[in-house]
T-cell receptor
């Protein structure tokens, strides 16, 4: 079975632009979470979705938004990019909203110039 | 004080050594404790999961949780060069809160 897939792998944007990152969960998993990992730090929780509804949100500004589609895939959108948004963006999937069974994808590396 | 504290290292050991990795936390509501391994430029890989206090063993890996001290550990026996990676501890209060709180990660290097 395929694991969590994310696209694109790498992305370079300039300040003020907007970006959309995509995630496909493991087959049968209904929950998707997004995390931001800045170099040298652990991942920080951004959003969690389950059955297309937002179930949790971390301490991130409103420039960050997400949605989940009927096929359980998800998109993360970031508007008005700042230099500090440069990070590895990780998607994790789990069968239900539980902490113990989250499986991460390879991430999308975003560089903001 | 951060919710989860983890010494970032780096930690360098010879092949075959026993490795001890640790995290402390401040939130007594945490019930789920995980260890992830992350190779350079890759996503985290779930290694061990423990619910509440106690020990759990899986091959060369042993996870320990001491909720009274708010302290968790991961032991790696007979360490191999392929164990060289960053090890992240993660925790959650569980229930409807599926979000994980991570430590900074400890960078481990196992020398042949």
């Amino acid at each position: 079975d395929a694991g969590v897939t994310q696209s694109p792998t790498h992305l370079i944007k300039t300040r003020g632009q907007q970006v959309t990152l995509r995630c496909s969960p493991i087959s049968g998993h209904k929950s998707v979470s997004w995390y931001q990992q800045v170099l040298g730090q652990g991942p920080q929780f951004i959003f969690q979705y389950y059955e297309k509804e937002e179930r949790g949100r971390g301490n991130f500004p409103d420039r960050f938004s997400a949605r989940q589609f009927p096929n359980y895939s998800s998109e993360l959108n970031v508007n008005a990019l700042l230099l500090g948004d440069s990070a590895l963006y990780l998607c994790a999937s789990s069968p239900v909203v539980r902490a113990d069974t989250q499986y991460f994808g390879p991430g999308t590396r975003l560089t903001v110039l | 004080q951060k919710e989860v504290e983890q010494d970032p290292g780096p930690l360098s050991v010879p092949e075959g050594a026993i490795v001890s990795l640790n995290c402390t936390y401040s939130n007594s509501a945490f019930q789920y404790f995980m260890w992830y391994r992350q190779y350079s430029r890759k996503g985290p890989e779930l290694l061990m999961y423990t619910y509440s206090s106690g020990n759990k063993e899986d091959g060369r890996f042993t996870a320990q949780v001491d909720k009274s001290s708010k302290y968790i550990s991961l032991f790696i026996r007979d360490s191999q060069p392929s164990d060289s990676a960053t090890y992240l501890c993660a925790m959650s209060a569980g229930g409807s809160q599926g979000n994980l709180i991570f430590g900074k990660g400890t960078k481990l290097s196992v020398k042949p």
